[in-house]
């Protein structure tokens, strides 16, 4: 599989488009402090969603591995360089929505994100560098392979930080009180 150069460029000036966006509400381009790291370890917390790698890096790998079965499905005889194109521009745009001040808000009021806000510029970016890197993985490998590599990253997230893609969708759509208080670490009471 090979992706022509003129689609990977587009796809450059996709991401540096939505920089231009991100930039223009006064989006912070990293974490406050100023630092950069490689990888945030905690999975809620204000330095969350705002260095390079976090544990939502497996949710950004996975869209990578549904927008290429999504343009496979929708796209199927067009060059694979279009479908990724696709998939940033879903992904770019996607973080551009994320870090509005509509979904901000929803991510405090429906999750347990109370003191979200939103991503640095550094961590968009990465995002999308990382659907790109799930959106070859899958353009190589089995699509069992991938499927197995999705469902081990929303187990695995589940496990470590009691949430994924999965329940983020379902979180931010319909949210549900009883996996709120779950994620949080809340026990239900008896009887």
């Known amino acids: 599989m090979m992706i022509a150069r003129r689609h990977w460029l587009i ?6 488009v939505a920089v231009a966006i991100l930039f223009a509400p006064d989006r912070p381009p990293t974490c406050p402090r100023r630092d950069v790291k490689i990888c945030e370890g905690t999975g809620d917390g204000p330095r969350n969603s705002q260095h390079i790698a976090d544990w939502y890096t497996f949710s950004h790998i996975t869209h990578g591995f549904v927008f290429y079965a999504i343009a496979r499905l ?3 005889g067009r060059p694979v360089g279009l479908w990724l194109i696709a998939a940033t521009l ?16 929803r991510y405090r009021q429906a999750t347990i994100a109370v003191g979200y806000s939103g991503d640095s510029i550094l961590n968009s970016v990465a995002d999308g560098g990382w659907m790109i890197l799930g959106f070859l993985f899958a ?3 089995p699509w ?12 695995f997230t ?6 994924n893609l999965t329940l983020n969708v379902v979180m931010l759509i319909a949210p549900i009180d009883a ?3 779950w994620q949080a670490g809340y026990s239900q009471p008896e009887g």
Not at 11 to 16: D, F
Not at 93 to 99: A, C, D, P
């Open 139 to 141: 353009a190589r490998m």
């Open 144 to 155: 069992k392979v991938t499927l197995a590599m999705a469902l081990f990253f929303e187990a």
């Open 179 to 181: 996996v709120r208080d």
């Open 158 to 163: 589940l496990w470590k930080i009691r949430d």
């Open 11 to 16: 796809t450059l000036a996709v991401i540096l």
């Open 74 to 76: 929708l796209l199927p």
């Open 90 to 105: 879903a992904e770019m745009s996607w973080e551009v929505l994320e870090n509005s001040p509509f979904i901000i808000d």
